[in-house]
């Protein structure tokens, strides 16, 4: 059975007739990631403390090597992100992938994560919109911007979420790998575990390293899989990435791709490469 992955993607069975009116399809929701951007860009942030070789001396030892890689010693801890992908998403395994632009603005100190995207699924277009709002997440996927064909909120959908949100600490805020919500535990010289306290959701992964010091996947059992039914289902799920690259004095994975781990083996159902990073 086809399953429906919880990041950016319609099944082909929700396709609709749609009449006149594609000239409209990406104004809605792109209107709306623009207005909660102002939002979440205009509320007050905290001037950040340099992060010193003191501050990441309680980590496990991959973990500070890793830091110290990514040229955040000696920088202000990083509270907000934008970023820029190219993406290429698939539904399931054996079908066509959409491409397309990825938009991502992230705070972490309060917090708030938006995703848009621009694609096409079978020749109409498609405008995705993932929004974690302080306390809960929202997913919409709007088809020729003339009605939602996803429209998902609620607990389960807020702790998938917060897996994402550490994922993207790991990989793209390394120096908030000190954030005190976070709780560490070591492994071994490659691995490490840690868990992430957010609101009422405490989700964990474990953190995989190569001989170079680089995070080269991100191991979780705590995110949930959007199935036909609109309910989630809790698989394993890893990012692999790679690549790294400087980004204005960081450096950073630049490319990779997302699994799930399904029964009947690994979904690889997404593709990202990152072509601009901004922080502060």
Avoid: C
Avoid at 96 to 120: A, S
Avoid at 238 to 263: C, K, M, Q
């Amino acid at each position: 059975m086809k399953r429906r992955t919880i990041m950016w993607f319609v099944g082909a069975g929700a396709l609709v007739a749609i009449g006149g009116g594609i000239y409209a399809w990406s104004t809605s929701l792109s209107r709306a990631f623009n207005a909660r951007r102002a939002d979440a860009a205009a509320e007050p942030m905290a001037k950040m403390p340099v992060l010193t070789e003191e501050d990441i001396a309680p980590l496990p030892e991959p973990v500070r090597h890793y830091i110290g890689l990514t040229g955040s010693i000696g920088r202000p801890i990083v509270t907000e992100i934008v970023m820029h992908f190219d993406a290429a998403m698939f539904d399931a395994p054996g079908e066509p992938g959409m491409t397309g632009p990825v938009v991502q603005y992230e705070r972490f100190d309060v917090p708030h994560r938006l995703f848009f995207m621009n694609t096409k699924m079978k020749g109409l277009p498609v405008a995705v919109l993932h929004d974690f709002n302080r306390d809960q997440a929202t997913m919409r996927v709007r088809l020729a911007g003339l009605a939602n064909v996803v429209n998902i909120s609620g607990p389960e959908l807020t702790r998938t979420e917060t897996v994402t949100i550490l994922n993207d600490i790991a990989f793209y805020a390394p120096s908030r790998l000190t954030d005190p919500r976070l709780e560490w535990t070591a492994i071994d010289d490659a691995r490490a575990k840690v868990d992430f306290t957010l609101g009422s959701n405490t989700v964990s992964a474990e953190l995989i390293f190569n001989e170079a010091g680089e995070l080269v996947d991100f191991v979780s059992d705590d995110r949930g899989m959007l199935e036909k039914d609109g309910s989630l289902t809790i698989a394993r799920w890893t990012t692999p990435l790679g690549n790294y690259r400087e980004f204005d004095g960081w450096r950073l994975a630049s490319e990779g791709v997302a699994i799930w781990h399904l029964p009947e083996g690994p979904f690889t159902y997404g593709h990202l490469r990152l072509t601009h990073y901004e922080a502060r």
